[in-house]
Every structure is written in C-alpha cells, then in structure tokens.
C-alpha cells in the first residue's frame, strides 16, 4: 500500500476547539488507561496536552523534520529517549521518612531533564503581554500519511472503512523509519517488542458506533468527530463550510485529519498600557501553527461573537458551545456502557 492508494470509503476526523480546552489531561489520561497499559508502554502518550508556546512532547517535535516540501519526502530525525522522557521512579521512602521531596528519577537514577509536559503552564511573551494555550496531540490520520510512505515493510496502512491509520505489529520490525518521518513526531517505540506504535483513534470503539476515549471523557466538549466527507456533518462544516477549523502545520503538506478551532487570545497593550483590540499577543505563533488562514479563521469567530452580543443567534457558536454533548458524536453515538459484554 502506498500513500497515493485510493481514498476510504468515509473519512474519519476530528475538529477540537482550543478556546475551549482546559489543559486538565482527562483526554490523555482516559487514553492512557485504556491502551498503553502494555509491558513496555509505560513512557507512551498517544494522546499528549501541550503547552504552547513551548517545547512538547518530545522536545522540539516540530522542529525534527519529516512530512513533505513541495512534495518530496523532507528527511527526519529520530528524537532519543532522553526528549520524549520516560517512565520515572520516585523515592517515596525519602519523601515519606522526610529526607527528602517526591523527586523523579531516570531508570539510571539521575533526575531527568525532559519529560511529558515538561514546560506545562509555562507561557511565552513579557509581561503584561504573556500569553500561553494548551494543544492537544494525536494520531492525525492523514490523507497523504507520509509515514505509510517511509515504511519499508509495508507495516503503516489506511482503513478503507473509515481512513484510520494504523500499524501493523506482526510486520513491523521496529526500523522507526515511521517515526523520523511524522512531522508532528506522534509515533513512539516499544523497546520491549521492537515495534512502533502509537494512537489508533480507538477504532474497535468505532466498529461499535462509540466515540473515541477522548472525546467522550473530555469535560471541555472540545472535541468533535465525524466523517469529515458527509456535508451534513458538524467536522464538514466547521472545516470546509464556515472555515473555522485549520490543520496543525499545513506547511507539513500531509493533510491531517485532525483539525483546530485557533484561539482567540487576548489583545495586545499599546505603549501607554491600554488594550489594543487591533492587536493580538501573539498571531505570528498561530500563523506559524494554522497557516494563513488563521486570520480569517479568527475575524469569523468573532463577527460571529458580535453578532449574539448584538442578540442575534449564531448556527457556528451553537455547534461549538454544543449544549447537548451528544452532538459532538456525530454517527458514534453508543454509549459503551450498553454494549454487550463478552463472558468472563
């Protein structure tokens, strides 16, 4: 299979509203219990909440290379252990007898230097205008998947039901190969297998018309999926009607599937300490992050504000405040609760 197969019966995406997230890590933690629980999984965070401005998870993730540039494959880095982090000890018996705090150690003992939401909270820009927002992180399932491209096994392919990408394991020999070439470096190495891994959008939740973990956790209800194909569809019509949902790093050329709500963040001050509405704190950051489109993206979403302020009503607001949390399912509207299940 190669990236330029023919397209999936429907395609599975995701708009997430970051006016809206919380940074409470609900989505990463109900991910984590649910399926990195493995022998060598312990360092893995398929879903990950960063802090931007800020480095990631791992360090510098969107500085490694990979993806594509005017079409050709841009070379990658494969970022050491010691960027991701990984699953640390602690001396509870220091911390519990006194002697010392709940410090964090590597498996060698030395205390580490990175880690999962490292620079968390941690915001860009001098007061008074510091700013920061958080950026949830995932699998993208992209239409031109250049990991599925850089694979020499022929282990990475696409769902024809629903455009998921996922690994194979039983052919997959750990080259990571996957890895170097994920722009947003969402692809981690199980040392213990020898395999690469990483989110599998919960598909067998999919197959049983259950929304992923993460979205049916999230307290924000920031996150919407749908078939991003279906023009009746929320997905469709915050990317592709109203334009108010923009892919993470456009310049990557892989056309994720995942798409942002930017946000709106606080205006500037002038010289003289007044709010300048003409200003934001930081619209190259999200320039840089969404693309250009961001700008129109923004000036939508608040003529929108403006006109429910003025007492007018807003079909774009609606979807994103979704009073009934049931919208943000689109077809996968189960409750997993109902299943049926197998005998113990």
């Known amino acids: 299979m190669t990236a330029t197969d023919a397209r999936p019966q429907h395609q599975f995406a995701m708009v997430i509203d970051l006016n809206k997230c919380l940074g409470c890590q609900v989505c990463t933690v109900s991910c984590k219990t649910q399926w990195t629980r493995g022998p060598g999984m312990e360092a893995m965070w398929w879903n990950i909440v960063s802090t931007i401005p800020g480095r990631g998870t791992p360090r510098d993730a969107f500085d490694l290379g990979g993806g594509y540039r005017d079409g050709v ?21 220091a911390a519990l007898s006194g002697r010392g705090h709940l410090e964090p150690l590597t498996a060698d003992g030395s205390p580490p230097e990175w880690g999962p939401n490292w620079d ?49 394991e039983e052919h997959c ?24 891994q990483k989110c599998i959008s919960c598909y067998p939740r999919l197959e049983e018309g259950v929304a992923p973990a993460c979205v049916r956790q999230c307290p924000g209800r920031i996150r919407h999926v ?35 709500v930017p946000p709106t963040l606080p205006t500037a001050f002038d010289d003289d300490g007044r709010f300048d509405e003409s200003r934001s704190r930081a619209p190259e950051e999200l320039r840089r992050l969404f693309g250009p489109g961001v700008d129109d993206a923004l000036a939508t979403i608040e003529a929108e504000r403006e006109k429910v302020r003025a007492g007018g009503t807003s079909e774009i607001l609606d979807a994103l405040i979704s ?21 113990r």
């Open 73 to 93: 494959p841009v070379p990658g880095e494969l970022p050491p252990k010691g960027q991701w982090g990984e699953a640390w000890n602690f001396d509870y018996e």
């Open 120 to 168: 968390e909270d941690v915001g860009g820009g001098v007061y008074p205008h510091s700013y920061f927002f958080y950026l949830p992180l995932l699998c993208m399932n992209c239409s031109n998947p250049v990991c599925l491209e850089a694979c020499p096994r022929d282990a990475i392919y696409r769902r024809p039901e629903d455009g998921v990408i996922l690994i194979d």
């Open 323 to 343: 009073r009934d949390w049931n919208d943000l399912l689109g077809p996968f509207t189960v409750d997993p609760g109902r299943l049926e299940r197998p005998p």
């Open 173 to 196: 020999h750990g080259y990571r190969f996957c890895a170097e070439a994920c722009p947003y470096k969402r692809i981690y190495f199980n040392e213990q297998r020898v395999i690469a």
């Open 226 to 260: 749908g078939w991003i194909d279906d023009p009746e569809s929320l997905v469709h019509k915050l990317v592709h009607v109203w334009k108010v949902a923009l892919p993470l790093r456009p310049d990557f050329e892989v056309e994720p599937n995942l798409f942002y």
